[in-house]
């Protein structure tokens, strides 16, 4: 069954280094979500893109925060200048077309700021 | 209150029981998931259940919706102890936009 791929799997980094997450979405997939997880709490919504365009984003998707998908296949997320407080659960959804479609996660990628 | 909230928070029961999460919301939805985590994995869908569904089955589970109160139950039947984890609701809130917005999730511990 085909599979969302997140890398890297961890990333350690210090305050105010910028960070690339990356997601491999399923093929032919045209939605793509990111959300991040706090430790013990619950996953929050970061940001949709579709059609090659920010659909949504929440609060927390802050100027700090861009998406975008460089070759067409590849869906990043970047952090800009990393605080204590993005240390998370990172996981990219990729769902197929249509909002009644299911969201397939990835594994996530664990954020670390110190 | 946010949209998506779950209760009970936690739940531990006898292997062959039956689970029951209810999930309630705030605003009206497109859809609503129920999704499963294993402790610190990635997200497992469960079910989709569309605003205009009142009931979905899949296996040993079932769905049900409530529009009307904005509220969501999820029955797991005959649970087994690899059925322990946590489970979330998430909503599609009928905002335009693409958007799911997850509860806070019920912890699920099944005893053998």
Redesign the interface.
Known sequence: EPEVTQTPSHQVTQMGQEVILRCVPISNHL?F?W?RQILG?????LV?F?NNEI??K?EIFDDQFSVERPDGSNFTLKIRSTKLEDSA?Y?C?T?ASG??????????TRLTVL | SQQGEEDPQALSIQEGENATMNCSYKTSINNLQWYRQNSGRGLVHLILIRSNEREKHSGRLRVTLDTSKKSSSLLITASRAADTASYFCATDPNTGGFKTIFGAGTRLFVKA
């Open positions: 939605y979500y959300y709490q619950k996953v929050e919504f949709s579709y659909s949504e929440s659960m996981f959804a769902q909002r009644a479609n299911t969201q397939y996660f990835g594994p996530g």
